[in-house]
């Protein structure tokens, strides 16, 4: 679905990514674990088109992305939603799922979509006229996923959601996170927690420096020495 | 007294449309645009030869300034103030007040230095309400002025594109990764800006003159309408020209006409000097 080909990235400076190749298969939710800086994030945007010095190859069900203006990316299928969550702050909750749906926005559905949001979050429906900005950081992050959501991504790339939150509402998107991808939704997902992530994802990928140290299954990961000393804190 | 009341809030109701137009561009793109009052009067003289070649009513003209002008507005963007949209302030200062200078010159080469005004059939007439006169042709600016902000209001709330707007201003990274193009709604925020401004400007061509100076007049008025209402937003700005509107028409009656703009000024100053998040504040 996603094969990422020898990635390699920079913003002026020196490589952020150099040579980073990955891949999502259908289906799939997959991990990509990494310190502060190893380039995760960075990884994300270029695939969404956000990174202008991306080299490589990118593609998605058969399309190149790289090259691609980033505006056309959601429309193919691939939701991203941002470290930091950046919701719209002077919004509504129900303008900011209503932003999610900007490029499907003919589509006859929308009301269904905003309710299997509100299934799924249903503390975003009981503030849905509130504006955003002034929401717990929880319930920004929820926002964040439902907009993401309301653009029927086959694909959603899932920025550290787990950031900065309170257990138990950690616990809460990781169930929301198990349950997207039972719905037929791929998930990449970048954490620093790398506990939490290898529990909702089937494979994971080490990221050091911009380069892929290590690969997979989300046991195998888990049982790696190098990773229960360096991320899991064992 | 109720009478210069009446005249302000009839004044004020196109200065908020005018300044909206400021504000808006302000507030999505995050730029100061100091050459905005010259598409006042680019859309001024829009409905002047709108009126002349054509015998539209400058209440109808208006609509093609709008039009014409968010053209040129989309334009420029496009060619122009996109350029420096991520450049340091004094980047986007030269740019703008370089606009300025020759859209003025190039208004003066195109239209000559006369002043130039239409005459139409309402022109002196008005509604009599026991002791307070109404002019014509104030009352029908003023209205146009409303519907125009409501229209507007409608579209940023409620359309698609208005929204994305406002997404836009909020946070262009996240609106791009819901898909819509941000260079694209710039230069449709820029567009509606000056449109919106040169729309004020039409409908007022029937009491006010049009040379190709006549910007300058409005220049105070316009930033001090959008630091009072705050930027980026449209009840704001209907707010802040109200009140410009009554305290311009109040202080003729204690001040000398000349001094109109000194009261203006003043305002201006205090606010800035007790309230300088107002021109900060985003939409
Ligand atoms: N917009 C930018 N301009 C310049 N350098 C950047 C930019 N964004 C990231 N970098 C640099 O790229 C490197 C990788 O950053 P990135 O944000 O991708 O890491 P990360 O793995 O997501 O880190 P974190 O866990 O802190 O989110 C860092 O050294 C960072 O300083
Ligand atoms: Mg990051």
């Known amino acids: ?234 | 007294m109720f009478q210069a009341l009446v005249d302000g809030i009839l004044l004020g109701g196109v200065y908020g449309v005018i300044a909206t137009g400021l504000s808006l561009v302000f507030g999505v793109l995050g730029v100061v645009n100091f050459a905005h009052a010259e598409f006042l009067m680019l859309g001024m003289y829009v409905a002047w030869f709108a009126w002349r070649w054509l015998g539209l009513d400058p209440m109808l003209g208006s609509v093609l300034s709008f039009i014409v002008v968010f053209a040129v507005g989309y334009l420029v963007q496009r060619t122009l103030i996109e350029r420096v949209l991520k450049a340091p302030p004094a980047a986007q200062v030269f740019l703008t007040v370089g606009l300025l200078i020759v859209i003025e010159n190039a208004a003066l080469m195109a239209f000559g230095s006369e002043f130039r005004s239409v005459s139409v059939p309402y022109q002196v007439e008005g509604y009599r309400l026991g002791d307070i006169f109404i002019g014509a042709p104030y009352l029908y600016a003023f209205i146009a002025a409303i519907i125009l902000a409501a229209v507007l209001w409608l579209y940023l709330e409620r359309s698609w594109t208005g929204r994305a707007i406002r997404a836009v201003a909020q946070d262009p990274m996240a609106s791009t990764l819901v898909g819509v193009d941000t260079r694209r709604t710039y230069a449709l925020a820029f567009g509606l800006g000056v449109a919106l401004t040169a729309f004020g400007g039409a409908v007022i061509l029937p009491y006010i003159t049009v040379s190709p100076t006549v910007g300058g007049q409005f220049v105070v008025l316009m930033f001090t309408v959008v630091v009072l209402g705050g930027l980026g937003s449209v009840a704001g700005a209907l707010a802040g020209g109200i009140v410009v509107g009554v305290v311009q028409s109040m202080s003729t009656l204690v001040f000398p006409i000349q001094l109109q703009n000194l009261c203006l000024f003043v305002i201006f100053i205090a606010v800035l000097a007790l309230r300088p998040q107002g021109l900060i504040k985003g939409a």
Request: some cysteine; charged content about 20%.
């Open chain 1, 1 to 234: 679905m996603l094969e990422v080909c020898d990635l390699s990235a920079a913003y002026g400076g020196p490589d952020v990514l150099s040579g980073v190749s990955l891949e999502v298969k259908a289906g799939e939710t997959v991990a990509v674990l990494g310190a502060n800086t190893a380039g995760k994030t960075t990884l994300l945007r270029a695939i969404s088109g956000l990174v202008p010095k991306a080299r490589g190859h990118i593609a998605f069900e058969g399309t190149a992305l790289l090259g691609r203006p980033a505006h056309a990316i959601p429309d193919l299928g691939i939701g991203h939603v941002p470290e930091g969550r950046h919701v719209f702050p002077r919004m509504s909750t129900l303008d900011n799922l209503l932003m999610g749906a900007f490029c499907h926005r003919d589509a006859r559905d929308l009301t269904e979509r905003i309710e299997r949001v509100f299934k799924l979050f249903p503390r975003v429906k009981e503030r849905q006229t509130q504006m955003a900005g002034l929401m717990s950081g929880g319930e920004q992050q929820m926002i964040s996923i439902g907009r993401a959501l309301m653009g029927t991504p086959k694909l959603l790339l899932l920025d550290e959601p787990s950031h900065g939150l309170a257990p138990l509402v950690v616990d809460e998107l990781h169930v929301a996170i198990g349950e997207i991808n039972r719905q037929g939704v791929s998930v990449l997902l970048v954490e620093q927690n790398a506990m939490l992530a290898l529990s909702v994802a089937h494979r994971g990928y080490v990221l050091e420096a911009g380069h892929v140290v290590l690969s997979g299954t989300s046991d195998e990961l888990s049982a790696d020495p190098g990773v229960r000393r360096a991320y899991l804190g064992i």
